[in-house]
């Protein structure tokens, strides 16, 4: 049996996915080196929470689209306290698809 097929042990478990929006006025805006400092303040705070992984933040107009990886939704709702970056929607992803998906095997 394949290696990624087999039954995963407790510790072998991944963690779940998670979409996070945030309502952040004119993070759109925002210059590179403002951009930095957020960054910087976010690996701050993932670094405080045992159990959550930044993974990229999309930024569009007055919101950004964060994917993490974390244990459960408790630790990104812990992630937004510390950082001060709001979380007003927490999303689990059950699926990721892109066009690898779509070709036959």
Do not use: K
């Amino acid at each position: 049996m394949p290696a990624d097929r087999r039954m995963r042990q407790p510790e072998e478990m991944e963690m779940q996915r998670f979409l996070i929006e945030r309502e952040i006025p004119a993070i759109g805006a925002m210059t590179p080196a403002q951009l930095c400092h957020a960054a910087q303040v976010s690996n701050e705070a993932v670094a405080r929470v045992p159990g959550v992984q930044w993974q990229h933040t999309y930024v569009a107009g007055d919101r950004t689209f964060c994917i993490y990886l974390a244990d459960d939704e408790a630790g990104i709702r812990e992630h937004a306290r510390l950082s001060g970056f709001p979380a007003n929607r927490i999303i689990p992803i059950s699926s990721v698809i892109d066009p690898v998906t779509g070709t036959p095997n």
